[in-house]
T-cell receptor, first 115, second 109 residues
Framework: ETGVTQTPRHLVMGMTNKKSLKCEQH?????MYWYKQSAKKPLELMFV???????ENNSVPSRFSPECPNSSHLFLHLHTLQPEDSALYLC??????????????FGSGTQLSVL | GQNIDQPTEMTATEGAIVQINCTYQ??????LFWYQQHAGEAPTFLSY??LDGLEEKGRFSSFLSRSKGYSYLLLKELQMKDSASYLC??????????WGAGTKLIIKP
């Protein structure tokens, strides 16, 4: 248990569906992240939120829409996805100390399959 | 471009020692991390190196050489539960984390 909870664990959706991924942390961290993990590829950073403000969007297609209502919750809204979006989506949180050694605490991820 | 290289897969025997290498070419350096990820689970933090040398933590040790752009994770007295993927990540001069693709370690009895 890392202190970061993601739901659902598995999701199958069609290309015309709309769904949302949820992430929750009660570690008192002020930074939250969405990562995409595809087989045999490095983790891809999608979005970063510091103190609820989005500070990074790594050229992610608009069919992925993040939302951070407070520092403990993070959502990823999905719509009109493509089969190549099938992957493990990981949420993470970290403290913001500015020292560079902040480690990430990951959730177990949502395994997404787009049909 | 920035790049992290680590072997895709390694196999070792229970009770033995294994070394997982990571080489990096990044824009600056502000620390190197190792994470462990069991199949279907969250990656979890193992170690952080920012200065050259060896950091030992129980059965796991991590080494860093900044001049060579090189790190390794050393696992001793391997146990079956050590079967997992091991992810290397470097924080660059912009404090961005650059990730390797991970090394899948298979432990055999």
């Amino acid at each position: 248990e890392t202190g970061v909870t993601q739901t659902p664990r598995h999701l199958v959706m069609g290309m015309t569906n709309k769904k949302s991924l949820k992430c929750e942390q009660h570690l008192g961290h002020n930074a939250m992240y969405w990562y995409k993990q595809s087989a045999k590829k490095p983790l891809e950073l999608m979005f970063v939120y510091n103190f609820k403000e989005q500070t990074e969007n790594n050229s992610v297609p608009s069919r992925f829409s993040p939302e951070c209502p407070n520092s403990s919750h993070l959502f990823l809204h999905l719509h009109t996805l493509q089969p190549e979006d099938s992957a493990l989506y990981l949420c993470a949180s970290s403290p913001l100390t500015g020292t560079g050694d902040e480690k990430l605490f990951f959730g177990s991820g949502t395994q997404l399959s787009v049909l | 471009g920035q790049n992290i290289d680590q072997p895709t897969e390694m196999t070792a025997t229970e009770g033995a020692i294994v070394q997982i290498n990571c080489t990096y070419q990044t824009s600056g350096f502000n620390g190197l991390f190792w994470y462990q990820q069991h199949a279907g689970e969250a990656p979890t933090f193992l170690s952080y190196n920012v200065l050259d040398g060896l950091e030992e933590k129980g059965r796991f040790s991590s080494f860093l050489s900044r001049s060579k752009g090189y790190s390794y994770l050393l696992l001793k007295e391997l146990q079956m539960k050590d079967s997992a993927s091991y992810l290397c990540a470097v924080r660059d001069s912009n404090y961005q984390l650059i990730w390797g693709a991970g090394t899948k370690l298979i432990i055999k009895p």
